[in-house]
């Protein structure tokens, strides 16, 4: 920020503000005025300037003394049009350029109107800076919002970063300044120079800048129109007529900064983890990945949940359209791209949201409803219309611009309640009395609504944490309409079940069943994510009990819960190898350990269960309805034994499941099932091949006729130590109704693959390994870290 010069004390009002930097509309003193009788005056204020001349030194501007205002006044017809500057600096350089004075308002009335209302769906197509070619002459225009602001100015390196050099017109009634500055380029640096009511400058980042230097530095990078060319056409019509609810969803959570790294240590580009990513997701079968923020923030440690930058992706990867290649790349390999997204705080920082205009703007000025303490972040204020229109365009513009898929939605309770985590006196209660915040609720109302027609097909998935009603449910109904909501009350209870020793785990037998009673309340996602693994929780392999083998044996069956369990799927980076501490930001995981059989084991079965659950119908098509779920029997607490149904629509194929949370193997094991016929084992997590002790059945097992659980029908299974399996009816003679239906041909263009009805029944015996009863029963455990038959429960 340079140094305002003292100015001459006997100029006019007009000038004196032009020389202090604090006229709120330069262009009724700066460029060309007609003076009438055929005379004009041009008034040009260049602070780094020793001469000024126009159009190739036809006219000369005289100085006023004591200033950087220079002004001509004569025949009207020399400076006609759009005229030329010459400016001569210091060392006697000659600079030319176009006056950005003559130039009139670039933003519409309509646009500034719906922007006053918090109905401009795609305001960052106008605030912010664009691009533009203005009666053949190439440049800039830039807008910000910032109303109580007495003076905005671009600064930059263009011009020394001097507020003075380019002060912006404020629209009257809108809050908004503009300026079109002819000849930037793209590439260059840029903020916005603010003096607050108080006549303090304040030097602040583009709110809705599309990219920004690496962080410490903080400036805005000016940006031509993206040259990537997208390739996922073909994906993004299929989005529009999917039916996700009725389709697998497997979500792997990502952070770039620590998924993987170069060999010394440095972050790779948005081209390398896209190339990368789309090949381990195919390998290990999840369809869709999920980034923790990737939009522009500050703070290496906030994990991006501290943004700065709503309208960019993150410089640490590379640039805007390095992250579109991203995108495309990972759609054309048929993974799904959703983003985490960040509407409920952001920091404090002097240079981003906070003050920015030096007062409360995109934030409540009471403390009480303005600040995350718990965070040492600000609330957005909500009910503004015109902050409002700031988020749902963000949102608009990843789903725009970038082809996301969707959004999760973080701490979706802060913002819904108006005393979360604070104490009585601490918060104040709505219109009504209630700790309810209504403009959060219209808010989320508004962005599902909006971005669900705007791009049909795309996913808003909500983090909450309470029993919030109807979080996932149609706004018309009286819900917050999010397509899903994180399931966080069986997360916790399925963890804190495993975490306890085998031991007492009857005495828990509810933990695991609870979540049944609400499960189809919502459509809910199961999170196994970032937040379970970090700040002391340990990592997933370490919060299981007992010694090696129990460990990986509880983290198998745990998954092969979760994949049983009826509900889409998430699980974050790291967990799905068991990535052996705690998840470090700072690092990239121990991709090491898969040299290890235990952890591949653990990789493997995730793989062959991401498999399983995409070619099985009844894992997935109706997930978010009782119909699709059926206990067997959830009593067996004496011997921590669950088994349930999952069954496809119209119950067309039929999945019997079956879990022992226990190091006693149970050997004919016998469970109730619905029809007669022969029950294939598709997946045993004690499988060799994943590293257990080879507890199976053969391929399968034949129902009999034994009445059983109240049904006619039953099966005695071997269920192996710490172990769940999945068994697949094929019916002896199925009905036409009764067979695996077309709906099992999943879209091979959403998933990278096509599985056919055909594939499913035709898969091996087993995804473990076939193993003699026999030899089974008597080879007891495969190592002498195994726990023995004869351990007590």
Not at 491 to 506: F, N, W
Not at 538 to 557: E, H, N, T, V
Not at 643 to 664: D, E, G, Y
Request: charged letters at 25%; aromatic letters at 12%.
């Amino acid at each position: 920020m340079a140094r305002h010069e003292p100015n001459p004390s006997n100029l006019p009002e007009p000038l004196r503000l032009i020389i202090e930097a604090r006229h709120h509309d330069p262009f009724e003193v700066l460029g060309r005025h007609e003076l009438g009788d055929g005379k004009a005056v041009v008034r040009v204020f260049l602070p780094r300037a020793e001469r000024v001349r126009l159009n190739g030194g036809q006219v000369e501007l005289e100085r006023l003394p004591g200033t950087d205002l220079f002004v001509w006044e004569g025949d009207a017809s020399l400076v006609q049009g759009h005229y030329l500057i010459d400016w001569y600096d210091k060392q006697g350089r000659v600079h030319t350029r176009h006056d950005p004075y003559l130039f009139g308002p670039q933003l519409g009335d309509f646009d500034l109107h719906l922007f006053g209302e918090g109905r401009h769906w795609h305001v960052y197509r106008f605030l912010g800076a664009h691009q533009r070619c203005i009666n053949d002459i190439d440049g800039f225009a830039f807008a910000v919002w910032a109303p109580s602001a007495e003076r905005v100015s671009v600064v930059g390196e263009f011009n020394d970063w001097d507020g003075r050099a380019h002060p912006m017109r404020v629209r009257p009634g809108t809050g908004v300044w503009e300026l079109f500055i002819p000849g930037l380029e793209a590439g260059q640096l840029y903020k916005f120079e603010l003096r607050d009511q108080a006549g303090l400058p304040l030097v602040k980042i583009d709110p809705y800048g599309n990219a920004f230097q690496q962080r410490p530095e903080t400036a805005a990078i000016l940006q031509a129109p993206t040259q990537h060319q997208w390739r996922d056409a073909e994906w993004l019509e299929t989005r529009a007529h999917h039916n996700w609810q009725e389709q697998p969803l497997s979500v792997y959570e990502v952070h770039l900064g620590s998924w993987q790294r170069s060999e010394d240590g440095d972050f790779l580009n948005y081209r390398d983890l896209a190339e990368r990513l789309a090949s381990y997701c195919q390998e290990m079968g999840f369809t869709h990945i999920e980034l923790m923020p990737i939009t522009e923030h500050p703070l290496d440690a906030s994990w991006g949940y501290q943004a700065t930058g709503y309208f960019a992706p993150t410089a640490r990867f590379g640039a805007p359209d390095d992250f579109r290649f991203f995108v495309d790349h990972l759609h054309q390999h048929g993974i799904g791209v959703l983003l985490d997204w960040v509407p409920a705080h952001f920091p404090r920082d002097t240079t981003g949201l906070a003050r920015f205009d030096g007062s409360a703007l995109f934030e409540h000025a009471d403390p009480r409803q303005g600040e995350h303490r718990d965070w040492g972040t600000l609330i957005f204020n909500y009910g503004r219309h015109e902050v409002k229109n700031f988020l749902l365009s963000s949102a608009l513009y990843w789903l725009s611009e970038y082809h996301i898929d969707g959004l999760r939605v973080d701490a979706v309770a802060s913002m819904l309640y108006l005393d979360y985590s604070r104490k009585e006196g601490e918060w104040i209660p709505n219109k009504y009395g209630g700790n309810e915040n209504l403009d959060a609720v219209e808010l989320l109302r508004q962005l599902n609504t909006v971005t669900h027609e705007q791009h049909p097909g795309s996913l808003m998935i909500a983090e909450e944490s309470t029993s919030w009603p109807q979080v996932s449910r149609p706004t018309y109904l009286g819900g917050l309409g999010f397509s899903m909501k994180w399931n966080m009350g069986w997360m916790h209870d399925t963890l804190s079940y495993m975490e306890k020793d085998p031991i007492y785990r009857h005495y828990h037998h509810d933990l695991l069943t609870f979540g049944l009673l609400y499960a189809f309340t919502e459509n809910f996602v199961l999170p196994f994510s970032h937040d379970e693994v970090v700040h002391g929780k340990r990592s997933m392999i370490d919060k299981m009990p007992g010694d090696a083998w129990q460990k990986f044996a509880s983290l198998r069956l745990l998954y092969t819960f979760m994949f049983a369990y009826p509900g889409k799927k998430l699980l974050f980076q790291g967990c799905e190898f068991a990535q052996g501490k705690e998840w470090n930001f700072d690092q990239a995981l121990d991709w090491y350990l898969l040299e290890r059989e235990p952890h591949q084991g653990i990789k493997q079965i995730v793989a062959d269960l991401n498999r399983l659950y995409r070619e099985l119908p009844a894992l997935y098509q109706v997930d978010f309805d009782s119909s699709g779920f059926e206990w067997i029997d959830c009593h067996d607490s004496s011997q921590s034994v669950l088994s349930f149904l999952r069954k496809s629509k119209n119950q067309r194929q039929i999945v019997a499941a079956a879990f022992n949370f226990t190091p006693v193997p149970r050997e004919n094991y016998r469970i109730g099932v619905p029809r007669a016929g022969f029950y294939r084992e598709a997946i045993n997590s004690d499988g060799a091949v994943y590293g257990g002790s080879n507890v199976g059945n053969q391929g399968g097992v034949r129902s009999e006729a034994l009445s059983w659980m109240g049904r006619e029908n039953s099966i005695p299974i071997a269920l192996p130590p710490l172990a769940g399996v999945i068994m697949v009816l094929e019916p002896d003679e199925a009905a036409p109704d009764e067979s695996v239906p077309d709906e099992s041909v999943i879209d091979e263009s959403m998933t990278g693959e096509s599985v056919t009805a055909e594939s499913v029944t035709d898969q091996p015996p087993s995804l473990g390994a076939e193993v003699d009863e026999d030899a089974a029963r008597d080879s007891g455990m495969p190592s002498t870290n195994a726990p023995s038959p004869e351990q007590p429960v």
